[in-house]
T-cell receptor, first 111, second 114 residues
Framework: ELKVEQNPLFLSMQEGKNYTIYCNYS?????LYWYRQDPGKSLESLFV?????AVKQEGRLMASLDTKARLSTLHITAAVHDLSATYFC???????????FGAGTRLTVKP | EPEVTQTPSHQVTQMGQEVILRCVPI?????FYWYRQILGQKVEFLVS????????KSEIFDDQFSVERPDGSNFTLKIRSTKLEDSAMYFC????????????FGPGTRLTVL
């Protein structure tokens, strides 16, 4: 059974600081996604990672994928308050539509 | 920009009643999905749908759930006899392809079962 673990579950940061969120998964996958969710809102797609070594960056967020280690990271650079949200990673098994989400990381960026 | 829409935004129902949640996927997308999120918890996969049939379903998607694409645009989730524990946010999503393709999520329907 595919399991997806995120850590930390809660993250409180000062503005301007850097931090990394980790996403581990238990079986072989060829697709990993990062989503952002604001309170009471839907899921916004941030990154799609499709191959080993994939790295994508958008603004202050950078995501990477190591399929051999079954690990993805979401790195936050020089955090700002607007990044406060819950971040989910999600993994899909090869040739499958069953997307499994991690528990989410609730990020709070304080001034 | 095309987006997934869902109606209603909030549905309140009595335990044991049937509810139908509606979704309009992005028009050129071929794969459709339902997820649920119990308040404060993670997003859980329910079912995926392609070519007018279910392609995957989770253990949550038992006999009280069904999905349908009654016309060319709508995609519905029916819960036959609601239970208190069905209270959650239900998200519809769609994707253009199966492989290598991101899923776009709708705004969600908050279902409250009393």
């Amino acid at each position: 059974e595919l399991k997806v673990e995120q850590n930390p579950l809660f993250l409180s940061m000062q503005e301007g600081k850097n931090y990394t969120i980790y996403c581990n998964y238990s079986t072989t996958s060829d697709r990993l996604y990062w989503y952002r969710q604001d309170p009471g809102k839907s899921l916004e797609s941030l990154f799609v990672l499709l191959s080993n070594g994939a790295v994508k960056q958008e603004g202050r967020l950078m995501a990477s994928l190591d399929t051999k280690a079954r690990l993805s990271t979401l790195h936050i650079t020089a955090a700002v308050h607007d990044l406060s949200a819950t971040y989910f990673c999600a993994v899909v098994l090869y040739n499958n539509n069953d997307m499994r989400f991690g528990a989410g990381t609730r990020l709070t960026v304080k001034p | 920009e095309p987006e997934v829409t869902q109606t209603p935004s909030h549905q309140v129902t009595q335990m044991g009643q049937e509810v139908i949640l509606r979704c309009v996927p992005i028009s050129n997308h071929l794969y459709f999905y339902w997820y649920r999120q119990i308040l404060g918890q993670k997003v859980e996969f329910l079912v995926s749908f392609y070519n007018n049939e279910i392609s995957e379903k989770s253990e949550i998607f038992d006999d009280q759930f069904s999905v349908e694409r009654p016309d060319g645009s709508n995609f519905t989730l029916k819960i036959r006899s609601t239970k208190l524990e069905d209270s959650a946010m239900y998200f519809c999503a769609s994707s253009e392809f199966q492989q290598s393709n991101e899923q776009f999520f709708g705004p969600g329907t908050r279902l409250t079962v009393l």
